[in-house]
């Protein structure tokens, strides 16, 4: 079995890797939220610049093209993880750099979304945010994804599903 310090180190590991994703969850939220109320709202006017219309179908072609890349990306990164040899926190790490590395992108498509609609007010950008937000929902970081993820097996599953476990308050 595991050492303590291993299984700590693993939770620690874990922890920080909740803590960025969930903030790079809540910063792109208001931004959108906040192009959403005033595309829908008619109450508010900023008289923005035009921007080319051509840019509208780009942008919305990019994030769309992104949404699709970071999950092919997000893949490939992890059948690296499972073809190495390494120990299981250190496979650990590697889905967390992997995680890390798709939450980013998500955080990007959810903020080019939130300008695509404020500035074009096209529904489509309001399409390609609430796809990601299925991304973002279901790709959450979890000891479960994880193990499946990775196709753990026996110890090493075990020691994953360990990192859940929250430590009592002395």
Do not use: H
């Not at 926190?89 to 998500?106: D, H, S």
């Amino acid at each position: 079995m595991a050492s303590d310090n291993q299984i700590k180190e693993m939770k620690k590991d874990f922890r920080l890797l909740e803590r960025n994703v969930l903030l790079l969850i809540a910063i792109p939220l208001p931004i959108f939220s906040f192009a959403y109320l005033y595309v829908t709202s008619g109450n508010l006017d900023f008289n923005l610049p035009a921007l080319p219309e051509m840019f509208n179908y780009i942008l919305l072609g990019l994030v769309s093209a992104m949404l699709v890349f970071q999950q092919f990306a997000f893949t490939k990164r992890i059948k690296e993880v499972r073809k190495t040899g390494a120990p299981v926190n250190q496979k650990l790490k590697g889905y967390a750099k992997a995680t890390f590395l798709r939450y980013w992108q998500l955080f990007w498509i959810g903020v080019l979304c939130a300008f695509g609609l404020f500035f074009y007010e096209n529904q489509g950008f309001t399409i390609v945010y609430a796809v990601t937000l299925l991304f973002v929902s279901l790709a959450k970081p979890m000891p479960a994804r994880i193990v499946s993820a990775l196709r753990l097996k026996g110890e090493e599953k075990d020691q994953v599903m360990e990192i859940q476990k929250r430590e009592a308050l002395d």
